[in-house]
C-alpha cells in the first residue's frame, strides 16, 4: 500500500461541465501519474509530474489539465467533460525500489460523462 | 518509441492447470518491464519486473516471467492455477528509471480459472 487515495470515487457528471479529480498520497513521493483505463487500450498516460508545480503530457492529454501545488496532491481537471472521457482514471506514483522505478497505483475513480 | 502487444484478450485455463500470458515488446534500447495485475473495480498491484538483473524473475502469489531478448518477449506464468488467479493483467515498459518512468501498458489479457 502506498498510501494513495483518490476521489471521488465514483462520479457521474453531464457534457460540458468543469469536473476535478483529487489524488493524494501520504509518503512524499516525487513523482506522480494521471492514467485512463478504457477497454481494449490498457492503461493510458494523460499527464505527469516530476515535482511541485512541475508537469508534463502524456500520450493523452488533450482536454485534460493538471496541477501539483503540494507534494501530496496531484489533481485532474476536465475543463468541459464529454462522453469520450467517460472512463476510470487511475493516480499513480513511483518508488525507487531495487535499481529501479516502480509505479504504484491508487484506486480508481469511475466517471460516467452524460 | 516502445510499445507493448498482448495476445489474446482472453485466456481460460482449468484450475491445477498451467497458465500462460503472453507479452512482446518493441524497444530501441534494453527496456525494463513489468507484469501488473487488476481484480475486478481495484487497482493495479505490481506482479514482478525485469530490470537487466536475471532474465527469470519471480513474482508473487508463485508468477514468474522470464526476459527472452532473441524473441523481444515477456511472457508471465505460473504452473498451477488457482481460482483467485482470476483477474486481468498487464504488460508495460518503460525505457528509463531514472526520471519519471513513463509507462506504456498492452491491453491487457483477462484470465478466467474454471473447476
Known amino acids: 500500500d502506498a498510501g494513495i487515495t483518490q476521489s471521488p470515487r465514483h462520479k ?48 493523452v492529454s488533450d482536454g485534460y489539465s493538471v496541477s501539483r501545488s503540494k507534494t501530496e496532491d496531484f489533481l485532474l481537471t476536465l475543463e468541459s467533460a464529454t462522453s469520450s472521457q467517460t472512463s476510470v482514471y487511475f493516480c499513480a506514483i513511483s518508488e525507487f525500489w531495487k535499481s529501479s522505478y516502480e509505479q504504484y497505483f491508487g484506486p480508481g475513480t469511475r466517471l460516467t460523462v452524460t | ?83 483467485s488467479d482470476a483477474a486481468e493483467y498487464f504488460c508495460a515498459v518503460t525505457l528509463n528509471t531514472g526520471t519519471a518512468s513513463k509507462l506504456t501498458f498492452g491491453t491487457g489479457t483477462r484470465l478466467q480459472v474454471t473447476l
Not at chain 2, 6 to 16: K, P
Not at chain 2, 44 to 63: C, E, R
Request: net charge positive; with cysteine.
Open chain 2, 1 to 83: 518509441a516502445q510499445s507493448v502487444t498482448q495476445l489474446g484478450s482472453h485466456v481460460s485455463v482449468s484450475e491445477g492447470a498451467l497458465v500462460l500470458l503472453r507479452c512482446n515488446y518493441s524497444s530501441s534500447v534494453p527496456p525494463y518491464l513489468f507484469w501488473y495485475v487488476q481484480y475486478p473495480n481495484q487497482g493495479l498491484q505490481l506482479l514482478l519486473k525485469y530490470t537487466s538483473a536475471a532474465t527469470l524473475v519471480k513474482g508473487i502469489n508463485g508468477f514468474e516471467a522470464e526476459f527472452k531478448k532473441s524473441e523481444t518477449s515477456f511472457h508471465l506464468t505460473k504452473p498451477s492455477a488457482h481460482m
Open chain 1, 12 to 59: 457521474v457528471t453531464e457534457t460540458g461541465t468543469p469536473v476535478t479529480l483529487r489524488c493524494h498520497q501520504t509518503e512524499n513521493h516525487r513523482y506522480m501519474y494521471w492514467y485512463r483505463q478504457d477497454p481494449g487500450h490498457g492503461l493510458r498516460l494523460i499527464h505527469y509530474s516530476y515535482g511541485v508545480k512541475d508537469t508534463d503530457k502524456g500520450e
